[in-house]
């Protein structure tokens, strides 16, 4: 049975930090890319960014560039995103997935807000 489980959310203020993990299980974690996406209030959600399983190479979303790091630890099938210089408009649900696995947690919710 395929978990994602989300976790390190909170309430931070503008300029700060925070890093994200999602743990996952009852698939190859190793063999697959990973993704983190989020949902704005009233939005669709959005690719932020990508992590490959081949050479771990990654690609983000034009707004958190130079920002957000996404990494990954395979031994303990945890996808991460490190998130600093946070800004209102990141205020969002945050959802990992995996490549070609129609299933997504519950996600973790990030307030930006002075």
């Known amino acids: 049975q395929v978990q994602l489980v989300e976790s390190g959310g909170g309430t931070v203020q503008p300029g700060e930090s925070l890093k994200l993990s999602c743990s996952a299980s009852?698939?190859?974690?190793?063999?697959?890319?990973m993704y983190w996406y989020r949902r704005a209030p009233g939005k669709e959600r959005e690719l932020v960014a990508t992590?490959?399983?081949?050479?771990?190479?990654?690609d983000y979303h034009a707004p958190v560039k130079g920002r957000f790091i996404i990494s990954r630890d395979n031994a303990k099938n945890t996808v991460y995103l490190q998130m600093d210089n946070l800004r209102a408009d990141d205020t969002a649900v945050y959802y990992c997935?995996?490549?070609?696995?129609?299933?997504w947690g519950q996600g973790t919710q990030v307030t930006v807000s002075s």
């Open positions: 997935k995996a490549r070609d696995l129609d299933f």
């Open positions: 009852g698939f190859s974690f190793s063999t697959h890319w």
């Open positions: 992590i490959s399983s081949i050479d771990s190479s990654v």
